[in-house]
């Protein structure tokens, strides 16, 4: 009974259909506008900020992007001088054996950083510098390059932007820094 | 069965529309726990390599919807087994290949081709090519080819994460077997779905119509991954 059921479906079922002409050019423009559609309306405008139509931004699908750009803006302009310039914070960096971290803090102009920072064991190639807000070149300020397993100082930031370390790990076993930091900064983490 | 109302075949489309959305957040990246692994790992890992594998296969909704395309017609499961052999034999190749010699191809426009292949799909189960070219292309032999991209694509986004070489062949063995696993879960919710709606009325009524959004969705990858790759 079962396949004599299975049979019926197999013969009901073809591997393919059969459309007119006509049908089948209606069937692929509607599929390709009903894609155009729905990209220029809905997903461009939510993945990429794309609003040719601005209905995208009407429905509030924007926001992805634009909460994002005032945030940043906001942490560096107004939390920067609320952060008290009295304290201290220890962060612990791991730098996995062969590979490079770097490690970032968002600052403004001028605003200052004291460091204190030492390796478990062995020495690591770092280098510390800056790199400008909104920069999009890849231009960077290094203000000190060694192979040290510890290093104590402060600097005070030239620019707006990200300050803080490049740390590389040339050996094959992984290496913890604590990192010391007093000063004035909005917020920090790998980059 | 034959007595079933033919609402049960609308309610299992539903339902395979239902499972794709929550998997649409994911996309086919990795995600920041995974990602944190993937750099940090050091030796020989198969388990979690094979998780990672069966996860970028089970979330991967372009993959998902060409699986759709492909098993809409196919019932014999002597066929499914051999169209999925023919898959893995591609992208086995490719992601072994492609991590081993250093090849990076440009993600986005390897997605465009995933969407690509989506609405090949689509209009070949619409009888598209049969019309135009008075037969279809070799089936076999497209899910062969896209099995290809798809290995690159993955060896593509593990290059990008540069793991460790401690291990490296073992783990992407693990990963290629961890994809398998993966379209096996993947293939068997698809295939009990479809099958069980392919014994409603409904299923005829509704595949040019389903074949056509597929067709869509799959218009839709393919300017969503090239629009990607012209903005980057």
Known sequence: ?191 | MSNFSPRYGLISLIALIAIWLPIAAFAHGVDESTRAFLQQNTGVQIIPFLYIGAKHMVTGYDHLLFLVGVLFFLYRSRDVLLYVSMFTLGHSITLLFGVISDIEVNAYLIDAIIGLSVVYKGFDNLGGFNRLFGKSPNAKLAVLIFGLFHGFGLATKLQEFQIPDDGLIANLIAFNVGVELGQFTALAFILLMINFWRTHSSFTRFAKNTNCLLMSAGFMLVGLQLTGYFIN
């Open chain 1, 1 to 191: 009974m079962q396949d004599k059921r299975q049979e019926e479906i197999q013969q009901a079922t073809p591997q393919t259909m059969e459309l007119t002409n006509s049908a089948l050019l209606k069937y692929t423009m509607f599929s390709f506008v009903f894609a155009a559609f729905t990209l220029l309306i809905i997903i461009l405008p939510a993945e990429y900020d794309i609003d040719p139509t601005g209905i995208g931004h009407e429905l509030g699908l924007t926001v992805f992007h634009h909460g994002k750009d005032e945030s940043a803006a906001q942490l560096l302009t107004q939390e920067a001088s609320k952060k008290s310039k009295e304290d201290t914070e220890t962060i612990e960096v791991l730098v996995p054996a062969g590979r490079g971290v770097e490690y970032k803090f968002i600052m403004a102009q001028y605003q200052k950083l004291e460091y204190e920072w030492i390796t478990d064991g062995s020495a690591l190639y770092f280098d510390l510098h800056g790199e400008p807000e909104g920069d999009t070149t890849g231009y960077f300020e290094s203000y000190a390059i060694a192979t040290l397993s510890e290093m104590k100082g402060s600097f005070t930031a030239p620019f707006a932007g990200s300050q803080g370390w490049y740390w590389k790990n040339t050996t094959d076993a992984p290496i913890t820094v604590q990192l010391i930091v007093k000063g004035e900064y909005t917020t920090h983490g790998l980059k």
